[in-house]
């Protein structure tokens, strides 16, 4: 069964430092992958997505994820964390078995100090 | 953008009565619509879809006798926790999404805190 990995489940990090989170996904075919945040009061907000085409995508609030095909990997790197950055990350993919729902990886939490 | 409404945030029932869940989108049309729930410190959890005029599906374990989900129209799709028990108790999350296919954006709702008491 398809499914994502988030081997971190807390990473901190100090304001100004890089971050990257680790999400490996298991799939015969390549799956549609998003990066979501969830801070609390907030609600769930899209990050980026990649479905095909560029493997390096962009997203919002300088965060860009790259799909490698060879490691099964889609990490999500920000050159510069911001405190406000705190949050809960999930790895997210669909795929047509599932009639294109979003499946939740486990998530990591993102703690940054000052 | 597009917009999702859920209502109530929060509600406070008792063992053994039921609470519905409401889930609109506010300036789309959503063909699809799923619903999740979420553990305190854990992840969403996939419960159901459910296509406008079509019975829900239901993943793996998630009772759909428990959890009655209607999608009659295209903006509004209710989640009814029947015979609520303490361990219902959890975060229910709706998304909204306006075709069919994975390259269509999906809307969340803002959620609803379940409490069994």
Redesign the interface.
């Known amino acids: 069964a398809q499914s994502v990995t988030q081997p971190d489940i807390h990473i901190t990090v100090s304001e100004g430092a890089s971050l990257e989170l680790r999400c490996n996904y298991s799939y015969g075919a390549t799956p549609y992958l998003f990066w979501y945040v969830q801070s609390p009061g907030q609600g769930l907000q899209l990050l980026l997505k990649y479905f095909s085409g560029d493997t390096l995508v962009q997203g919002i609030k300088g965060f860009e994820a790259e799909f490698k095909r060879s490691q099964s990997s889609f990490n999500l790197r920000k050159p510069s964390v911001h405190w406000s950055d705190a949050a809960e990350y999930f790895c997210v993919y669909s795929n047509s078995n599932s009639g294109y729902a979003l499946n939740f990886g486990k998530g990591t939490s993102l703690l940054v100090t000052p | 953008g597009a917009v999702v409404s859920q209502h109530p945030s929060r509600v406070i029932c008792k063992s053994g009565t039921s609470v519905k869940i409401e889930c609109r989108s506010l300036d789309f049309q959503a063909t699809?619509m799923?619903w999740?729930r979420q553990f305190p410190k854990?992840?969403?959890?996939?419960m159901a879809?459910s296509n406008e005029g079509s019975k829900a599906?239901y993943e793996q374990g998630v009772e759909k006798d428990k959890f009655l989900i209607n999608h009659a129209s295209l903006t509004l799709s209710t989640l009814t926790v029947t015979s609520a028990h303490p361990e219902d108790s959890s975060f229910y999350?709706c998304?909204a999404?306006e075709g069919?296919?994975?390259?269509?954006?999906?809307t969340?709702?803002?959620?609803t805190r379940l409490t069994v008491v």
């Open positions: 699809t799923f999740y854990q992840s969403l959890m996939l879809t599906t999350i998304s999404r069919t296919g994975g390259i269509y954006g999906y969340f709702g803002s959620g």
